[in-house]
Nanobody, 126 residues
Framework: VQLVESGGGVVQAGDSLRLSCVAS????????MAWFRQAPGKERESVAS????????YYADSVKGRFAISSDNAKNTVSLQMNSLKPEDTAVYYC????????????????????WGQGTQVTVSS
């Protein structure tokens, strides 16, 4: 499974941005997909995840109410709508996919995901 992210850029605080991740290859084998991010000098952290088959989604507390993850299975695409962006959202955003179910606490754990994209930079200026 290959993952390619797009949609990053430079925006101002309060703006919105939409990231997309297109999956190719054996996409039927990846029922869960997610977004993670890594800010400079910090560890990678979870952002949101979604079950592509049942639509259940999970969010990190830091983005609840501002970000929304969605899946278009016909296009093998997972998107992340980011609203009310803050400077602390500045990071490289990575798309990830899991070949196993990742409900509950597993949904936002990095070790649950075997496939990763190269990342897209999001910069939010104050």
């Amino acid at each position: 499974v290959q993952l390619v992210e797009s949609g990053g850029g430079v925006v101002q605080a309060g703006d919105s941005l939409r990231l997309s991740c297109v999956a190719s290859g054996r996409t039927d084998n990846v029922p869960f997909m997610a977004w993670f991010r890594q800010a400079p000098g910090k560890e990678r952290e979870s952002v949101a995840s979604i079950s592509r088959r049942v639509g259940v989604s999970y969010y990190a507390d830091s983005v609840k109410g501002r970000f929304a993850i969605s899946s278009d299975n016909a296009k093998n695409t997972v998107s992340l709508q980011m609203n009310s962006l803050k400077p602390e959202d500045t990071a490289v955003y990575y798309c990830a996919a899991s070949a196993r179910a990742a409900f509950g606490v597993r949904a936002l754990r990095e070790e649950a995901y075997a496939y990763w994209g190269q990342g897209t930079q999001v910069t939010v200026s104050s």
